[in-house]
């Protein structure tokens, strides 16, 4: 795990798997943890480095539900969860999704060893909205669906740092969920775009933050991936250019499984007729 001071409020670890981002900031005698690392030393190592550092931890914020952004609790069990409305929504009704998925993860990968992941008495969040750190300082919430269902960006004003979830990655594509769509992803770009453009740094929810110069080239690289795949789902033919530096292997087969929901959402479904 790397960690990484963008500000003297803020530091980024970066997990070993995914490049998972977690992101610390803090404002006077306040804190807050947003998303988490993935493997279980890194999670152990989280409030050591934070403690030594000098940042307190007040609470936890996940960007949204997906299961490698849950884990503070593991590192910090005693402290409250706060997320996006529509986060707290799937929470509820995915009950044991999140430790499903981080038990397969486990089995998959030969991690043991792991405590139980608790995601109990979760706080909902108005987004968009502020959330106050310290005295004098603020958090913007943003909503920032189109990737899953659900989704919150948090803005850092005094820092000048976006911290966007699953979207601006520098190592991976868009990625649609079975439950998100093309429009909801172009949206959630379309109102991050002037976050971007005051921002310093963002960190993406994969791969190391970057400024904000790059961030505003993925952005642009990202609405043309999915302007193009939107073309090739309708036209059924051609194939769709990854951008630069995202054209490995995983990246070909995650477009393949975004084609294929676009293609899934096209299809008719069929009704039960009425007695």
Do not use: K
Not at 67 to 79: N, Q
Not at 218 to 237: K, P
């Amino acid at each position: 795990m790397r960690v990484l001071a963008l500000h003297r409020d803020v530091l980024v670890f970066v997990s070993r798997v995914w490049q998972t981002t977690c992101t610390a900031v803090r404002a006077g005698d306040e804190g807050f943890v947003i998303d988490s690392p993935v493997y279980p030393d890194e999670l152990e190592a989280l409030p050591g480095v934070l403690e030594q550092a000098g940042f307190p931890v007040s609470g936890l914020l996940v960007t949204h539900a997906d299961w490698d952004h849950l884990l503070g609790r593991l590192a910090f069990p005693r402290s409250a969860l706060g997320c996006g409305e529509t986060t707290a929504a799937r929470l509820a009704a995915e009950p044991g999704a999140a430790q499903r998925a981080l038990r397969h993860f486990d089995e998959e990968h030969y991690v043991d060893g792991r405590r139980p992941l608790s995601l109990s008495a979760v706080q909902s969040l108005p987004v968009p909205g502020h959330l106050s750190v310290g005295r004098e300082q603020e958090l913007e919430v943003h909503p920032a669906d189109g990737h899953t269902a659900d989704g919150t960006a948090f803005w850092i004003p005094w820092a000048a740092v976006l911290v966007c979830g699953d979207y601006l990655s520098p190592v991976e594509i868009p990625v649609l969920s079975p439950e998100s769509s093309v429009d909801g992803y172009l949206a959630t770009l379309a109102r991050l775009r002037p976050l971007v453009e005051r921002a310093e740094t963002v960190v993406p929810g994969h791969g190391a933050p970057i400024s904000r110069t790059e961030a505003l080239r993925v952005l642009a690289e990202d609405s043309s991936y999915l302007e193009a795949l939107r073309r090739r789902r309708s036209s059924g033919s051609g194939a769709t250019a990854l951008p630069a530096g995202r054209r490995t292997a995983a990246q070909q087969r995650i477009d393949r499984e975004n084609l294929a929901r676009l293609e899934a959402h096209a299809r008719p479904r069929l009704t039960r007729p009425r007695n």
